[in-house]
């Protein structure tokens, strides 16, 4: 069974404190891993997309990685705006659909 | 201009009472879904459609059913609501399975 699991849970950063949050998965072969961003009261937004082992993508202050097994969301020198729920999934092979992790609550303090 | 747009963004029911979520995206995508959001923030994938296939997660009750007038329009269809369909549902399109799905702002329904 395709499995993706996130940790931490919640992640509370000073503002300028760069950390990573991680994305696990277990799937019957990986046709993409998707990460998302969610704010309270609203839907999903995209941020990147990884297609294989290896690749890389970066938007501003964030850098998504992707191995056979993980994806790692970095987060550098980060800024109150940057709170949100980060949600990590796979679309597998065998899926019609995105299996979401439960995400990483961020906050970060000024 | 709203690329999935979804209403009513609050629903309150009593039990037993039949709803239905619309939602329309205007990006010219050929796939739509429906998701689930439950009180732990967990989304769970419903249904997936586009103009040839309906592909329903078969954990999803029958009570459930999807209805799409044109590949714009993908609109959610409940009856008998029960009170552990209290959620945020949520509706998304891509231009396949492969490309990244875009979403709604949801739609958080609250059965009484």
């Known amino acids: 069974e395709d499995q993706v699991t996130q940790s931490p849970e919640a992640l509370r950063l000073q503002e300028g404190e760069s950390s990573s949050l991680n994305c696990s998965y277990t799937?019957?072969?990986?046709?993409?891993l998707f990460w998302y961003r969610q704010d309270p009261g609203k839907g999903p937004e995209f941020l990147f997309t990884?297609?294989?082992a290896g690749e890389e993508k970066e938007k501003e202050r964030l850098k998504a990685t992707l191995t056979k097994k993980e994806s790692f969301l970095h987060i550098t020198a980060p800024k109150p705006e940057d709170s949100a729920t980060y949600l990590c999934a796979v679309l597998a092979n065998s899926g019609y659909a995105l299996n979401f992790g439960k995400g990483t609550s961020l906050l970060v303090t000024p | 201009d709203t690329a999935v747009s979804q209403t009513p963004k609050y629903l309150v029911t009593q039990m037993g009472n039949d709803k239905s979520i619309k939602c329309e995206q205007n990006l010219g995508h050929d796939t739509m879904y429906w998701y689930k959001q439950d009180s732990k923030k967990f989304l769970k994938i419903m249904f997936s459609?586009?103009?040839?296939?309906?592909?329903i997660n078969e954990t999803v009750p029958n009570r459930f059913s999807p209805k799409s007038p044109d590949k714009a329009h993908l609109n959610l269809h409940i009856n008998s609501l029960e009170l552990g369909d209290s959620a945020v549902y949520f509706c998304?399109?891509?231009?396949?399975?492969?490309?990244?799905?875009?979403f709604g702002d949801g739609t958080r329904l609250s059965i009484l």
């Open positions: 990884l297609y294989s």
């Open positions: 799937v019957s072969g990986l046709r993409g």
């Open positions: 459609y586009n103009n040839k296939e309906l592909i």
């Open positions: 998304a399109s891509s231009d396949s399975s492969q490309q990244p799905q875009h």
